[in-house]
């Protein structure tokens, strides 16, 4: 097991480095100016030459993705002398638009982010599994029709259009909540929860119709294999047979996608945070976007994909501790 953890984390870091050299290379050696993107829209033709300089744009490209790596490792000063900005570990970079490092605006939005999508994920994991096993065992009845139907038209309608809906209806008709807004879950555990709740819906909406159908298809495979029958042949209650014998195996490509899902939405959820107007990492990067803040956009471009890599790393470890096999052919 330790063999395999070591090989994931050296394959983890590789993936990392390369992301890392693709979006260097993107955003620094593609033909527009990155001090013009750093700077934004309007900038001064003597502020543009500053930040060349500060940035070192004038250095090999081999030298300046050498200076980009060790300041995500170790901290980065740029500039020198009365100019000089320092950038903390991790530099993700410097926002010269509003004077602050990447990171920390990074990390302070992070909670909101994480508090959107760990609630959605609860929400739609229970609400998918549950629909798709209950469809599975009432294969071709009314409720499965219903549910899948049910399913495909929470995949199909767009987050903004879901959003916007719950909106009026929770809010503006029926107001049974509050607009959505900040509150810390330590000073108002109640407040956070309901200025959560739309938030969640909406995405669990999208996310429950995708794990709904992909557990009845798994469920369905893992009730005809010959295992299962030979459970009910063996008298099993049929509440075993289904926990432990059908269920198990179907869960596993859940997993998979539960991992990547959820490291993708802690890396920002852009459309439902700018639709709702939270700030959180999503909504920093369509401000960032908007305003043309380049430093921002690599930031949250590297912090969305690592944590996207390390839920892959997680998902490959929990499959090791279940099966034996992976870590064989890891």
């Not at 480095?17 to 527009?32: E, G, K, N, S, W």
């Not at 200076?67 to 490792?73: A, E, H, Q, S, T």
């Not at 038209?153 to 049974?176: C, E, K, M, N």
Request: aromatic share 8%; charged share 10%; with cysteine.
């Amino acid at each position: 097991m330790i063999l395999y953890l070591l090989r994931r984390l050296a394959v983890t870091a590789a993936i990392l480095v390369v992301i890392c050299a693709t979006t260097f290379a993107i955003f620094y050696l593609m033909p527009a100016d990155p001090a013009q993107g750093a700077c934004g829209k309007a900038c001064s033709p003597e502020r543009l030459t500053e930040i060349r300089a500060t940035l070192g744009l004038d250095r090999s490209p081999l030298a300046q993705f050498g200076d980009y790596l060790g300041g995500i490792v170790s901290g980065r000063t740029y500039g020198t002398g009365a100019q000089a900005v320092q950038c903390p570990f991790p530099c993700l970079g410097f926002s010269f638009q509003t004077n602050q490092p990447v990171w920390q605006l990074l990390t302070s939005r992070l909670p909101v982010s994480v508090s959107i999508a760990a609630g959605a994920a609860v929400l739609w994991l229970a609400v998918g599994v549950a629909a798709g096993v209950v469809s599975a065992l009432r294969r071709g009845s009314l409720w499965d029709r219903a549910a899948m139907t049910a399913a495909l038209g929470g995949v199909s309608l767009p987050i903004y259009f879901t959003a916007l809906v719950l909106q009026y209806l929770l809010v503006v008709r029926l107001g049974l909540l509050p607009y959505p807004r900040v509150v810390a879950l330590t000073e108002d555990p109640a407040g956070w929860v309901q200025s959560m709740v739309m938030p969640w819906i909406t995405l669990a909406m999208l996310y429950a119709g995708v794990y709904a159908r992909i557990t009845r298809s798994e469920m369905l495979d893992s009730l005809g294999q010959n295992y299962v029958r030979t459970a009910r042949a063996k008298g099993l209650p049929e509440v075993t047979v289904v926990r432990r014998h059908a269920l198990r195996p179907a869960l596993m490509p859940i997993v998979t996608i539960f991992g990547m899902d959820l490291g993708a939405l802690l890396g920002g959820a852009l459309i439902t945070e700018s639709v709702f107007g939270l700030p959180g990492v999503g909504k920093l990067a369509a401000d960032a976007i908007a305003g043309a803040d380049q430093p921002v956009i690599i930031g949250v471009t590297l912090f969305a994909a690592a944590f996207v890599v390390l839920a892959n790393l997680v998902v490959d470890l929990v499959y090791a501790a279940l099966d034996p096999r992976v870590r064989a052919v890891g």
